[in-house]
């Protein structure tokens, strides 16, 4: 489950038809360089962001103005001043943010951090940061945002009122997905080659504890409740159940290769993961722990679920579509279209 964000704001001069929508889809198309945004009333695509730069990571807050934005395209030394061009990063260099890929020379340069403001639809601000950036996440009270660099490693720490880096944290090897708890006292890392999750004090960005959690962690969600850390091993082909108190994995479910997106429900009781491997969106009863599938192809990538319109959106890595299925009996009644690149990591304002 992820919060919806909260916005209230006018888009008339630039996107008209966004002024009507009550919630709204941000979606990061990578190489495509721009966010589609989708009516979730509507399930279409009613403006696009552009000024983007092979955008994957994407997060928000409710007491944030931006949509914060990371890059997957390296620039050069004088990155803070925007005067060179970033150099485009492929999707085989993409694979190498990944465990099973290998590390290119470029994740070791610098790269952008893109805000973008709803209100106006466009990029306002860029900080540069010292590696490609994977994966955002923006704390609960949005005070700061942080760059998730898989190939060089470790975070970067972004103040959103001075709109600088003030901290970079080293973690685990090859850091993937970044998630905050409930009020923001501590920053979940996961880190595909090391097995584990960086719990990071937030009050004094240190490290507090590795947690072990299996082969290839990547993509997490957080329990409703806040006591349950769940995520995708990628080398195991599972979804495990972290216990946050405890430190250590309660349970762990079978969900098939390549398992990638994951994503829980507002009342606790399913967790969604893809198999990117096996071409299925696995649902797991976390109640009585039954689990449902349905095949999804191509490559079912990552996962949104918004209880406010009852759907589960769930995009695909190899075309450019999210697929629209019904949560309950996991029918799909359809696809969005989002006309170029691949959706990433999807953020819903509630406007």
Do not use: C
Request: hydrophobic share 40%; aromatic share 6%.
């Amino acid at each position: 489950m992820k919060r919806t964000v909260n916005y209230l704001s006018v888009l008339a001069l630039l996107f008209p038809a966004v002024t009507n929508a009550a919630l709204q889809m941000y979606v990061p198309t990578g190489e495509a360089n721009d966010l589609a945004i989708i009516d979730l009333k509507t399930d279409k695509v009613i403006g696009r962001v552009t000024e983007l730069e092979n955008a994957h990571g994407l997060a928000a807050s409710p007491n944030s103005d931006y949509l914060v934005a990371g890059s997957m395209q390296p620039v050069g030394a004088d990155a803070a001043t925007g005067a060179v061009k970033p150099a485009a990063v492929s999707e085989a260099e993409h694979a190498g943010h990944h465990a099973a890929g290998s590390q290119e020379s470029s994740a070791n340069t610098p790269s952008y951090v893109s805000m973008v403001h709803p209100e106006h639809g466009r990029v306002l601000r860029r900080v540069a940061v010292r590696g490609l950036t994977h994966h955002m996440a923006v704390s609960p009270d949005g005070k700061y945002a942080i760059a998730v660099h898989s190939g060089v490693g470790g975070i970067s720490v972004i103040d959103l009122a001075s709109m600088s880096v003030v901290k970079e944290v080293q973690t685990g090897d090859s850091p993937n997905y970044a998630l905050f708890n409930r009020d923001g006292s501590n920053l979940y890392v996961s880190n595909a080659l090391s097995g584990t999750v960086s719990e990071i004090d937030t009050r004094v960005w240190n490290v507090k504890r590795e947690l072990a959690v299996g082969k290839e962690p990547e993509h997490m969600a957080l329990a409703p409740d806040g006591k349950t850390l769940f995520v995708a091993n990628v080398g195991d082909g599972q979804a495990v159940a972290l216990d946050l108190s405890r430190g250590e994995v309660e349970k762990r479910y079978a969900v098939g290769r390549e398992p990638h997106g994951l994503d829980v429900s507002n009342d606790g009781r399913w967790l969604f993961a893809t198999s990117k491997g096996e071409g299925k969106l696995v649902r797991i009863d976390l109640l009585g722990d039954e689990q449902k599938s349905i095949d999804l192809q191509p490559a079912p990538y990552h996962v949104e679920y918004v209880d406010a319109v009852g759907k589960l959106y769930v995009s695909s890595r190899k075309e450019p579509k999210i697929w629209i299925i019904e949560p309950k009996s996991l029918t799909v009644h359809g696809s969005i279209a989002i006309g170029k690149g691949v959706a990433h990591q999807m953020v819903v304002l509630d406007r």
